[in-house]
């Protein structure tokens, strides 16, 4: 895969955002979710289980490798800290 040549927070909160509310099983627009939302609370439904498949959709959209072992060992307590390590993966796999 190739990495992205300019990383834009907003493409790639779009791009988190969408791939949430999959893993939720919302129809929802990704406009419609602020970064400081729970990713387990009244709307988002995001288990553990959930971000390794999250991973790979996130790869496929911003067409990059991030690093196997992104997720382990943190915490993501909203949309906007799980934003926040998709840019700083994508940022290391350049």
Same mark, same amino acid.
């Given at each position: 895969?190739?990495?992205?040549?300019?990383?834009?927070?907003t &493409?790639?909160?779009?791009?988190?955002?969408?791939?949430?509310? &999959?893993?939720?099983?919302?129809?929802?627009?990704?406009? /419609?979710?602020?970064?400081?939302?729970?990713?387990?609370?009244?709307?988002?439904?995001?288990?553990?289980?959930?971000?390794?498949?999250?991973?790979v959709?996130?790869?496929?959209?911003?067409?990059?490798t991030?690093?196997?072992?992104?997720?382990?060992?943190?915490?993501?307590r909203?949309?906007?800290?799980?934003?926040?390590?998709?840019?700083? /993966?994508?940022?290391? &796999?350049?």
């Amino acid at each position: 895969m190739t990495t992205v040549p300019h990383i834009d927070r907003t &493409a790639v909160g779009d791009i988190v955002k969408r791939v949430v509310i &999959a893993e939720s099983r919302l129809s929802i627009d990704p406009g /419609g979710i602020s970064d400081s939302e729970p990713l387990v609370g009244d709307l988002l439904r995001v288990n553990s289980l959930g971000f390794v498949g999250m991973l790979v959709r996130i790869e496929d959209d911003l067409g990059t490798t991030l690093p196997d072992d992104l997720f382990v060992g943190r915490s993501f307590r909203t949309v906007g800290d799980l934003i926040d390590v998709v840019i700083s /993966g994508t940022e290391n &796999a350049r």
